[in-house]
């Protein structure tokens, strides 16, 4: 076999390969929360796992708080782990009129200037002037699944979701790449509802085309 049915054998492996359905996450309502801002939540007590999450290393925490809004309350949403250096809420916009508060269309960590929130344990109620954000939906890949669908940290670009009543292109999706990343598109509950996703198992495919 000589270069050109090499080069010509890959090429066509590549595409096949950015055919392939990516696997997708749906984001309920969920807080990060730092070490501190745990510690006062939650004196004394590890946080401990509930279930591991799709991404290496994050899982689900058995322990939950009640967001406390101007205008409303959510009761029992889940906290993330680990521990992070900043506080950080993850809703809906659903879930932002429901509390009375303007969160901004964020990716995850930067919550400078964003919503503040009253979170309420068992144990203590704090109120955080910032950290409240609605989650740019994104795909997490790692450097390799990134070469092969040819986008780099950062772009911006088009997933068609199938598999559903209600297939959609959603746009504005940002690729997110590194080491310790697995595969997998993430949305929140608005965009999961939008598309009908529910029983069953919808998929998601890259779409190669500018945003």
Known sequence: MD????TLLTGQVIAQMRQRAIPLGISNRHVHLSAMDY??????QPLTVKKALGQPGQFAAEQTVTLKGPKGQLKNVRLLGPLRGQSQIEISRTDARLLGITAPLRLSGDVAGSAGITLVSDYAEISLAEGVIIAQRHIHMSRLDAAIFGVKQGEIVNVEIKGTDRPLIFGGVCI?????MRLELHIDTDEANAADIGEGKPTARLLLTPF
């Open 3 to 6: 270069n050109d049915q090499i």
């Open 176 to 180: 997110r790449v590194g080491d310790d």
């Open 39 to 44: 510690q006062r939540l939650f004196p004394g």
